[in-house]
């Protein structure tokens, strides 16, 4: 079964302009939270979505923004990008509805803000 | 504010020496907990989990122990083999109806030949 595929891996934007991330959770999966990964503030939940639904939301501002689709798979936005923006981005599907169930990580996104 | 931290940056073991990483949580009522390996390039990696209900579980040369009392977590890993170098993150998940998973800050690993 392939594992948590995120696209692209690697990104380079410039402040003020905005950018999508791509999940595509394990086939089943219907559970994709996302994190921000940085040296300072270490791994961070942005939020996590189940059957299209956010259901929680970590302390980020409104730039940061995500959805999921009918078949599970998850995008993320960040709009007005800023130079603290530069992150990994981890995207993580798990089976169901309960936060018991094992996550399983995908690569990253690697986004760098000039 | 919401934090599970660690105790120690960076831990140093001879291969072969058992390695014990370790964590603090701050809320009570969490009641399922994580780690994770972290190798460089590479997503975090399920290790072992437990919940709160329980104060001890094994698997592969891993062992977590829970304290509820002093809000405590430890990883222990027998017989550090090279392959365990990498950065160890506790995490601890909340929530009902919608869960949110926050992680310590990290502890890495070295295992010196």
């Known amino acids: 079964k392939a594992g948590v595929t995120q696209t692209p891996r690697y990104l380079i934007k410039t402040r003020g302009q905005q950018v999508t991330l791509s999940c595509s959770p394990i086939?089943?999966?219907?559970?994709v939270s996302w994190y921000q990964q940085t040296p300072g503030q270490g791994l961070q939940f942005l939020f996590e979505?189940?059957?299209?639904?956010?259901?929680n939301k970590g302390n980020f501002p409104g730039r940061f923004s995500g959805r999921q689709f009918s078949n599970s798979r998850s995008e993320m936005n960040v709009s007005t990008l800023e130079l603290g923006d530069s992150a990994l981005y981890l995207c993580?599907?798990?089976?169901?509805?309960?936060?018991?169930?094992?996550?399983?990580f995908g690569p990253g996104t690697r986004l760098t803000v000039l | 504010g919401e934090s599970v931290g660690l105790h120690l940056p960076t831990l140093s073991v001879q291969e072969g020496d058992n390695s014990i990483i370790n964590c603090a949580y701050s809320?009570?009522?969490?009641?399922?907990f994580i780690w994770y390996k972290q190798e460089s390039g590479k997503g975090p990696q399920f290790i072992i989990d437990?919940?709160?209900?329980?104060d001890k579980r094994q698997g592969q040369r891993v062992t977590v122990l829970l304290n509820k009392t002093v809000k405590h977590l430890s990883l222990q890993i027998a017989a550090t083999q090279p392959g365990d170098s990498a950065v160890y993150f506790c995490?601890?998940?909340?929530?009902?109806?919608?869960?949110?998973?926050?992680f310590g800050a990290g502890t890495r690993l070295f295992v010196k030949a």
């Open positions: 086939s089943g999966h219907r559970s």
């Open positions: 437990i919940r709160s209900n329980m």
């Open positions: 809320n009570s009522a969490s009641d399922y």
């Open positions: 995490a601890e998940t909340r929530g009902t109806g919608g869960f949110k998973t926050i």
């Open positions: 993580a599907s798990s089976l169901g509805a309960r936060g018991t169930d094992t996550q399983y």
């Open positions: 979505y189940f059957s299209e639904t956010q259901r």
